[in-house]
């Protein structure tokens, strides 16, 4: 079950500048923006949101009309779910950068997600095109058919000539994501991919710091019943990593943590304990 969704949302035909707000459906909308735009401008961003009533997300925009594109990339489940495990490169690397060639209209260009057993890239997708082309780039698993979906996306009359995006980009079964150039009518565009870090099975990462927890036991009774949270913080390098903070949150519930933070040991190691309501 999804507890939170990410989001491509891109903006067209806004008639004033404005900003538009991502919330969990059926709650308050909270005075916070998730992406600010001039009137006239065609851009896109990622956005993380919860889901409320219905497993929905709802966007309100603050001022004037505005048209959306709203593209599914991924979700968060529950705690304690099957998933992949996010994996934080210790330094950002490039990936790809087709300067000074170039991709043509309707061509896609490859780049090969680090990390071992990475299902998903977590890239930054900047598309450095001839100023006064409108045009949209979309990453998706390198050997697939490009989905109907955008990534990043301008006009020509945005005054941006370099427009950037975050994305989780999906891999193929060999670690490489496409990131294809519009259609086949698109101006040549140069794109530069760079990877912050990545999603796998593993919580071991390639050159980054990853977090495991376990709980023992992992289910227990609401009857004041205690159970035993250990986090080991990991960095593939340098191993350990010791005198760092992890707090312990969770969503719904039903107890207590104490402590709410705690200070890694020599092997990486903080401990806490959970007691569930009685």
Same mark, same amino acid.
């Given at each position: 079950?999804?507890?939170?969704?990410? +989001?491509?949302?891109?903006?067209?035909?806004?008639?004033?500048?404005?900003?538009? #707000?991502?919330?969990?459906?059926?709650? #308050?909308?909270?005075?916070?923006?998730?992406? =600010?735009?001039?009137?006239?401008?065609?851009?896109?961003?990622?956005?993380?949101?919860?889901?409320?009533?219905?497993?929905?997300?709802?966007?309100? =925009?603050?001022?004037?009309? %505005?048209? +959306?594109?709203?593209?599914?990339?991924?979700?968060?489940?529950?705690?304690?779910?099957?998933?992949? +495990?996010?994996?934080?490169?210790?330094?950002?690397?490039?990936?790809?950068?087709?300067?000074?060639?170039?991709?043509?209209?309707?061509?896609?260009?490859?780049?090969?997600?680090?990390?071992?057993?990475?299902?998903?890239?977590?890239?930054?997708?900047?598309?450095?095109?001839? /100023?006064? *082309?409108? *045009?949209?780039?979309?990453? &998706?698993?390198?050997?697939?058919?490009?989905? +109907?979906?955008?990534?990043?996306?301008?006009? /020509?009359?945005?005054?941006?000539?370099?427009?950037?995006?975050?994305?989780?980009?999906?891999?193929?079964?060999?670690?490489?994501?496409?990131?294809?150039?519009? /259609?086949?009518?698109?101006?040549?565009?140069? %794109?530069?991919?760079?990877?912050?870090? &990545?999603?796998?099975?593993?919580?071991?990462?390639?050159?980054?710091?990853?977090?495991?927890?376990?709980?023992?036991?992992?289910?227990?009774?609401?009857?004041?019943?205690?159970?035993?949270?250990?986090?080991?913080?990991?960095?593939?390098?340098?191993?350990?990593?010791?005198?760092?903070?992890?707090?312990?949150?969770?969503?719904? %519930?039903?107890?207590?943590?104490?402590?709410?933070?705690?200070?890694?040991?020599?092997?990486? %190691?903080?401990?806490?304990?959970?007691?569930?309501?009685?």
């Amino acid at each position: 079950t999804a507890t939170a969704v990410v +989001l491509n949302v891109a903006i067209t035909n806004a008639t004033a500048s404005s900003f538009i #707000t991502a919330f969990p459906a059926g709650q #308050t909308q909270p005075g916070t923006a998730s992406q =600010n735009f001039l009137a006239g401008e065609t851009l896109s961003s990622q956005v993380i949101a919860a889901v409320g009533a219905g497993g929905s997300v709802t966007i309100a =925009n603050h001022a004037g009309n %505005v048209d +959306l594109v709203v593209d599914v990339d991924g979700y968060y489940g529950a705690a304690g779910g099957t998933g992949s +495990l996010l994996n934080v490169l210790s330094t950002p690397v490039r990936l790809t950068d087709t300067r000074p060639a170039g991709i043509a209209g309707g061509a896609s260009a490859t780049a090969v997600v680090q990390g071992a057993g990475a299902t998903a890239g977590v890239l930054s997708v900047a598309d450095i095109a001839t /100023p006064g *082309n409108g *045009n949209f780039l979309t990453a &998706y698993p390198a050997g697939t058919t490009a989905p +109907l979906a955008a990534t990043v996306n301008y006009t /020509p009359g945005d005054t941006y000539n370099i427009v950037e995006n975050a994305a989780y980009g999906t891999t193929n079964s060999t670690g490489s994501v496409a990131i294809l150039n519009g /259609p086949a009518n698109a101006a040549t565009a140069n %794109v530069v991919v760079d990877e912050d870090g &990545y999603f796998a099975p593993t919580s071991t990462p390639v050159n980054g710091t990853s977090v495991f927890l376990s709980a023992s036991p992992g289910s227990i009774v609401a009857n004041g019943s205690t159970s035993a949270l250990v986090a080991t913080v990991t960095n593939a390098t340098t191993g350990p990593v010791s005198g760092d903070v992890v707090t312990f949150a969770g969503t719904g %519930v039903c107890g207590t943590i104490t402590p709410a933070s705690a200070t890694t040991s020599a092997t990486g %190691v903080a401990d806490a304990t959970y007691t569930s309501s009685s």
